[in-house]
């Protein structure tokens, strides 16, 4: 037994308490467990018995996966959270080996695993090696899988951006900046090379049916996470994503992701006229 206590955060979308009951079931989670469901017919907090646990339901009408998860984090009063998405699902023993790796590194203030892609075309590298890793390992992964200390996100004031993420004119990215603010504070994050849990990873074409909006967000959030630099770090992205938006023209694509630049730009601008 353990005296370390773990609130899974889970978010979904327009999901009925049958729907939401079934993909804890499939997710193989036990313990605490917390459900932001958005864009609900009703606005409403329900708890529900599953086995020998509970599950809170908290029913939203509002939509933004960044808004969902700061609100279920409110409801959280656990040691450790994590974010969790609804196509991920735990391996066998997982809890063993996550308690293991939680009590050998307590003092830590966040702790990552390693999940493996169940969809061959979409496939999740691996962090082969346990140890300290930075940014520039991380940056191509979101914050699932990874075990933080509640009360470390709460005092240093670590939120997603609501303005970030599906849901919103900027569509994706939430994740990448909160481990950057993430690790402007703490340098480095513990990773275990344990695989842990299984993502199904289904199909997704929405960066290919808007290219320009795709474009763009990555302007506006590499501007946020390397100034400068952004416009080094894009040109290298788009080259790497050539088969993104494929009708659309590279030069296209480089118009798009300045106007992102440009709008971050302007956006931080207008923050600190606010903040003087």
Known sequence: MTNISIDFLVTCVNKTEQ????????????????????????????????????????????????????????YSTAEYVTFWDDDSIMRENWEN?????????????AIRFNNVSLNKKRKIKIIKKSGYVTYRKLRSFGVCGIFFKRQFLIDNNLFFNENIGPGTKINHGEDSLLLHEYLKICKKIYHSNIILFDIQQNDSCWFNDNPEEYFFSQGYNYHILYGNKAYVFGLYHIIKHINIGKNLSFFSKIRCFKKGVMISKQESKNDLHKQK
């Open 97 to 109: 080996e996550l308690f293991s790796v939680l009590n050998c590194h307590r003092n830590e203030n």
């Open 19 to 74: 729907e939401i009951i079934s993909i804890i079931k499939k997710s193989n989670l036990k313990g605490n467990i917390i459900v932001g469901n958005q864009k609900a017919d009703n606005e409403n907090i329900i708890t529900k018995k599953f086995q020998d646990f509970s599950i809170k339901i908290i029913n939203q009408k509002t939509i933004g996966t960044s808004r969902n998860r700061n609100k279920i984090l409110s």
